[in-house]
């Protein structure tokens, strides 16, 4: 639910360049990580946008509020559960948030964590998350929408396959002049076989 909520491409904007993987030389695992918001590149497309920007901001200020308010608790009163609602329903009794108290249902987090609250009123699981995501669900599946995703993929595919080209003729470039530095260096200190000798020619390939 949090990643929907955050998803810029529902306001029209694309990002690329938000990532940086590299690889452990030890393990070989690939590891991802954020890069700074300044080398981002984005792009406006609002043929994309399917909610309106106040709304959009309007959610995301709510949200930082939630996260700051919700910051180092423990899973179990409100603080970076991976349920889909937990954080985000409200008691209105006491103001702290919503989690699960169980398999099927969500309640009041000072209910559950030491009924520093008198509202024990539980919500169905099933029932609010169909509530709040069956109509997201309805209107991102939807045929208008998915064909602008597909139109735009088609658009953004040839600038990603000319990237990507683009990086193996760096690569390849890299490659050949690796090979020219060893063979001089090998040559500078003497090591290198003569062609005489039946060695390979490092100018050659």
């Not at 300044?38 to 946008?49: F, I, M, Q």
């Amino acid at each position: 639910m949090r990643s929907i909520l955050r998803n810029p491409l529902y306001v029209g904007a694309v990002h690329w360049n938000r990532v940086q993987w590299s690889k452990d030389p030890d393990t070989g695992k690939r590891h991802k990580k954020t890069r700074p918001e300044a080398e981002w590149v984005t792009h406006k497309d609002e043929s994309l946008r399917i909610i309106d920007q106040n709304v959009w901001d309007r959610v995301q200020l709510r949200m930082r509020a939630h996260e700051k308010a919700g910051a180092g608790r423990p899973k179990h009163s409100g603080g970076g559960s991976s349920h889909v609602l937990s954080g985000l329903l409200i008691c209105a009794e006491c103001g702290r948030p919503y989690v699960m108290s169980g398999k099927y249902s969500y309640a009041c987090a000072s209910h559950v964590g030491g009924k520093a609250c008198d509202n024990n009123t539980r919500v169905n699981r099933k029932l609010v998350e169909g509530k709040f995501l069956g109509p997201i669900n309805d209107q991102l599946l939807s045929p208008a929408v998915i064909k602008i995703i597909v139109s735009e993929m088609q658009k953004r595919l040839p600038q990603r396959q000319a990237c990507t080209g683009e990086r193996t003729r760096h690569r390849a470039e890299g490659a050949r002049r690796a090979r020219g530095a060893d063979c001089q260096i090998t040559g500078a200190t003497g090591q290198g076989r003569s062609r005489h000798d039946g060695g390979r020619d490092c100018g050659r390939d």
